[in-house]
């Protein structure tokens, strides 16, 4: 269970304090919890917002990494993968992804067979410990004809035939973060959302000691004690290491901030698999199009960054060129703004300043040994696949005695998960069993941490992903939110903005 208690937080001491509530301090929090530390993780808004919530959802394994011959990304993209498939079967499944090939630059058919056969035999342990209904099949080359059929609307001009490999997609990946953070719970882990980091503490030698931090909900000041920090603060983390360690200073390898979002679509998707597309005739990169909520979800597009990190949004040029690029690469769709339901726009971490091109490397700054302070670690990741891996080196890199293997110690089993039903299995529950449903919406309030209608509707179940359903059902969870808590909570409808 996620109880939003902050004295009683504040009441006790821990190993460590982590700050930043997606999904890479959320993995920390589990590795730390692990490996029979006690953690607490402080999330100035809500769990898995930001950067985490506006991914494409897929769980990439690397293939396209052998492109650029980056081994060293491969080799670590395709046992997280596995590491999903294996403790999120429920959560994650397997991902049919096509790729259309016309003979053109590295999209000839020989050396996408060639690298297919490399990806296979490099991945040869993709299935190890995983469920045979999760379990990856081989990939393979397929000929135009089947390509066609499987993407009838394919362009047939110079097909070739297609590429046919398999990753892994996230059927919720809001359950994903918050069964992720249950699981840290169930072992010593303590969370707390709407906590924001005010200062650090240091003691006598200089060294950190703890967090003085604000809750945003009530406006209470609090000190919360450990003599380990992490930052993982995604965008916000450079800033925050400079603010915690004014010695340290700036450090702007921590993170170079680039745009990238995907688009929630109105339209049924072009095929029932993932498809890897982009323009004919055009140097513009690879998006990945694949069914979601009966929807489509098309990503990503990326673009240099110089605004603020609070305000993130594609400008109207920039999604009018996506729209284009999506409507050249799959011929009669016809995609406007109207189209679009969603934007899911986040900043990730760039290849160097004004760049387009994203970070291939975690960063991980130990501030003690840079100069600044001790016990203070400023962590900054590259992807969703390879959070739980940089957040274990993160969390070795503060305790660098820990054990490897926190199997042998606590086990690899989740906790039992928390079913939630979707929407429409709910509201027909509303109709027939309304104890039932009461039930479930108290167990996600109370046990979850949901302050705010947006938590529930967006972070705790996917009730409110068509912004229609959003809008209706807001005003009435807003309401019982407000009767679900002493007025003294200070619980408000809208969240505060971060």
């Given at each position: ?230 930052n ?23 993170f ?39 929807r489509?979800?098309?990503g990503?597009?990326?673009a ?32 406007t703004?109207?189209n ?9 971490p ?51 005695a ?91 409808v809208?969240?505060?903005r971060?």
């Open positions: 269970m996620l109880p939003r208690d902050t004295d009683a937080a504040a009441a006790v001491s821990y190993d460590l304090i982590i700050i930043g509530g997606g999904i890479y301090g959320i993995m920390a929090a589990l590795e730390a919890a692990r490996r029979k530390l006690r953690p607490l993780l402080l999330e100035r808004a809500d769990f898995g917002g930001a950067t985490s919530w506006n991914s494409l959802r897929i769980i990439h394994g690397g293939l396209r990494y052998l492109q650029s011959l980056d081994l060293h990304r491969f080799r670590e993209s395709v046992p997280e993968r596995r590491w999903f498939l294996r403790h999120f079967p429920d959560l994650v499944s397997p991902l049919e992804c096509l790729m259309p090939l016309y003979g053109e630059g590295l999209r000839r058919t020989s050396i996408l067979r060639a690298a297919l056969r490399v990806n296979d035999l490099l991945s040869r342990q993709r299935n190890l410990a995983v469920r045979s209904a999760n379990a990856l099949p081989a990939s393979r080359i397929i000929g135009p004809d089947e390509t066609a059929n499987r993407f009838p609307a394919v362009d047939r001009d110079g097909l070739k035939g297609g590429a046919l490999w398999y990753d892994g997609v996230m059927t919720s990946s809001q359950r994903v973060v918050i069964e992720s953070l249950r699981w840290a719970t169930s072992y010593r882990a303590r969370v707390l959302n709407y906590v924001e980091a005010d200062s650090l503490l240091t003691n006598r030698s200089g060294a950190a000691a703890g967090i003085g931090a604000i809750d945003r909900v009530t406006g209470a000041s609090m000190e919360f004690r450990a003599p380990s920090v992490l993982l603060t995604g965008p916000w983390s450079r800033t925050l290491a400079a603010r915690l360690d004014p010695r340290l200073g700036d450090r702007p390898e921590l170079q901030p680039s745009l990238a979002f995907n688009l929630f679509l109105d339209r049924e998707p072009p095929a029932p698999l993932a498809l890897a597309v982009r323009p004919r005739h055009s140097k513009s990169r690879t998006y990945f199009i694949h069914p979601w909520q009966g489509t979800l098309a990503t597009y990326h240099p960054w110089s605004g603020p990190v609070d305000d993130v949004a594609p400008s109207d040029q920039q999604l009018d060129a996506f729209l284009a690029d999506l409507n050249s690469a799959v011929p009669g769709w016809d995609l703004r109207d679009i339901l969603r934007i899911h726009a986040g900043l990730i760039a290849a160097h300043a004004g760049s387009d091109q994203p970070a291939s490397r975690e960063v991980i700054i130990d501030h003690g040994k840079a100069g600044g302070v001790p016990g203070l670690f400023s962590v900054s990741g590259v992807k969703f696949t390879t959070a739980r891996l940089v957040a274990e080196k993160a969390v070795r890199t503060a305790f660098p820990l054990t490897r293997d926190p199997d042998a110690l606590l086990g690899t089993e989740r906790p039992i998960p928390f079913a939630v039903p979707s929407l429409d299995p709910f509201e027909e529950l509303r109709r027939t069993d309304p104890q039932r449903a009461s039930t479930i919406l108290t167990q996600l309030i109370d046990d979850e941490s949901v302050v705010y209608a947006e938590d529930l509707l967006l972070r705790r179940t996917d009730w409110g992903y068509d912004p229609a359903d959003e809008r209706r059902l807001a005003p009435g969870i807003a309401r019982l939110l407000e009767r679900s808590r002493t007025p003294a909570s200070g619980v408000a809208e969240p505060p971060p």
